[in-house]
């Protein structure tokens, strides 16, 4: 549910973690996340590497 190429670094813990948690929640699940270092390697427009529905919040 979270996509390879993403931007986040070689071994990035919180990709891993985003990629083992998705991959435990299942296809049904809604991603909130606030500004922060995920969104930013994950989100560049056009792309991205959610595979869920994803919410950007402030």
């Known amino acids: 549910m979270f996509i390879k190429g993403h931007n986040a670094c070689a071994g990035c813990g ?3 973690c985003m990629r083992w948690v998705l991959n435990t929640l299942g296809k049904d699940t809604v991603v909130a996340n606030a500004t922060g ?3 930013v390697v994950s989100t560049q427009y056009p792309a991205s590497s959610w ?3 994803y919410v950007h919040s402030v």
């Open 14 to 16: 919180c990709a891993l």
């Open 51 to 53: 595979g869920v529905p």
């Open 37 to 39: 270092c995920m969104e």
